[in-house]
């Protein structure tokens, strides 16, 4: 049979459409794309929850592509080797309490496994705001990125959720945005973002699961984004603070949304 390009291109627009209408209004959206949004993503979506997650890149993954400084493994700590598993990632003893994984491998398989759980997932869009009432997040500003590459000047589009996960990694957009133009204080020490510190690979492991959690009503952190938020020091390419952050988040937020 005949191969219809006009078929092609309405089947890409019927789809992509009926994707984006559906998801206007949702229980989670998470804002990043890396391990710890992803795994978040899961989790929620395993719980039956409506959750998106938004990407500013092509390439889904974030930061795990590259284990560290491009060698492509990463490691992780025993007690986050099961999450892992539970995803049919393939894990390797290296010492005691130290695990090594494939980055690609790992990273691919987290993207697959939170799709097909039922997060929905948009790439190339990028956060650029939030919806606020009075000193609440409500939901996303959204543009292209490819808007906010080429500099042009064309108005954003917006979508409501009920709770926001900043998984931006080291630049905590979402937390930024709020402090600069959401009135009233982060639920940080001094009200503000704290701002990420040097590497110490141990206490930043520790400190990123306890500090993922609600930042300002409505916003929670995880991942990387929390210990910049709460001033915890980076921890490089050990990974398993941000698997174990991911849970959490989806565990705390699962809990609100019932
Ligand atoms: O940085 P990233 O991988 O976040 P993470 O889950 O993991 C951190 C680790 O990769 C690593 C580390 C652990 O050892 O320190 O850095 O905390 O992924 C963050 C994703 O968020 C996307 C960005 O492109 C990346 O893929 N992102 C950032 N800002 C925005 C965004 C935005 N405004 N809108 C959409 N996506």
Known sequence: MELNEITITKAIIDRYFE????????DVAIVGGGPSGLVAGYYL?????KVVLYERKLSVGGGMWGGGMMFNEI???ESAVGILEEFGVRCRKYE?????????EAISTLISGAVKAGMTLFNCVSVEDVVMRSEQVTGLVLN????????????????KSKFVVDATGHDTEVVQVVQKKVPGKLNTPSGRLEGEKSMWSEKAETLTLENTREVFPGLYVAG???????????MGPIFG????????????LIEKCE
Not at 45 to 49: H, I, M, Q, Y
Not at 96 to 104: E, L
Not at 241 to 252: D, E, F
């Open 144 to 159: 292209w990125s490819a808007v906010q590459l080429a500099g042009l000047h064309v108005d954003p589009l917006a979508v």
């Open 96 to 104: 005691q309490n130290y695990y090594t994984a494939d980055s690609v």
């Open 75 to 77: 490691v992780v700590q």
């Open 45 to 49: 979506a395993r719980a039956g929850k």
């Open 241 to 252: 603070g941000m698997l174990l952050s991911g849970q959490k988040v989806a565990r705390q």
């Open 19 to 26: 994707k984006l209408r559906n998801h206007l209004d949702m």
């Open 224 to 234: 990387m984004a929390a210990n910049a938020t709460f001033g915890g020091p980076r």
